[in-house]
């Protein structure tokens, strides 16, 4: 079946360095990604997507390049922030039922 | 415009107790998602709604659970003679329609715990 495997955190970061969070999926057919993002005490909310491949989905400074080849959406950002501080799922919505990684927790120090 | 909203927020409640957790989805959204989320873990996929119907209840983690959804809206999750490890954040999402390809919009979710 379907599966999303996401790098374990805590990834922790000095503010202003360079953020990388892997993820990786297995699929049939031609899922959407996504990135999902839950701040402290709030609920998640979308954060970037793609639909199709060699898709490049980007919001608030983030991006995630759809790699078929490598099955892979990794998150980057080039200048992190305190405020980005959060956890972070990686997700694959197939035809069938969506299905999210275990979420890896990002701490952002001054 | 209004966004997924579910309450309560927190339940409190006694082991052996039943439990009913409602979920409104933002209006006209055909889908509805129910997820569970323990400390420390991701999301587990529990169910999903395609209009008032539950495709496949194979996600729901014993016969305790149950999901009905009324009217293509509002839906609720009951726990019946509720556990200690039943506790966690429930979560619902809906979006538009076409499960999975699309974005969820999540509410805040309801923190159960069972003491």
């Known amino acids: 079946g379907d599966s999303v495997t996401q790098m374990e955190g805590p990834v922790t970061l000095s503010e202003e360095a360079f953020l990388t969070i892997n993820c990786t999926y297995t699929?049939?057919?031609?899922?959407?990604l996504f990135w999902y993002v839950q701040y402290p005490g709030e609920g998640l909310q979308l954060l970037l997507k793609?639909?199709?491949?060699?898709d490049k989905g980007s919001n608030k400074g983030f991006e995630a390049t759809y790699r078929k080849e490598t099955t892979s959406f990794h998150l980057e950002k080039g200048s992190v922030q305190v405020s980005d501080s959060a956890v972070y799922f990686c997700a694959l919505g197939g035809s069938y039922i969506p299905t999210f990684g275990r979420g890896t927790s990002l701490i952002v120090h001054p | 415009g209004a966004g997924v909203s579910q309450s309560p927020s927190n339940k409190v409640t006694e082991k052996g107790k039943d439990v009913e957790l409602r979920c409104d989805p933002i209006s006209g959204h055909t889908a509805l998602y129910w997820y569970r989320q323990s400390l420390g873990q991701g999301l587990e996929f529990l169910i999903y709604?395609?209009?008032?119907?539950?495709?496949?209840k194979s996600g729901l983690p014993s016969d305790r659970f149950s999901a009905e959804r009324t009217g293509g809206s509002v839906s609720t999750l009951t726990i019946q003679r509720t556990q200690q490890e039943d506790s966690a954040v429930y979560l619902c999402?809906?979006?538009?329609?076409?499960?999975?390809?699309?974005?969820?919009?999540f509410g805040p979710g309801t923190r159960l715990l069972v003491l």
């Open positions: 999402a809906s979006s538009l329609n076409r499960i999975g390809q699309e974005t969820q919009y």
């Open positions: 793609a639909t199709k491949a060699d």
């Open positions: 709604f395609q209009g008032n119907s539950a495709p496949d």
């Open positions: 699929a049939t057919g031609y899922p959407s």
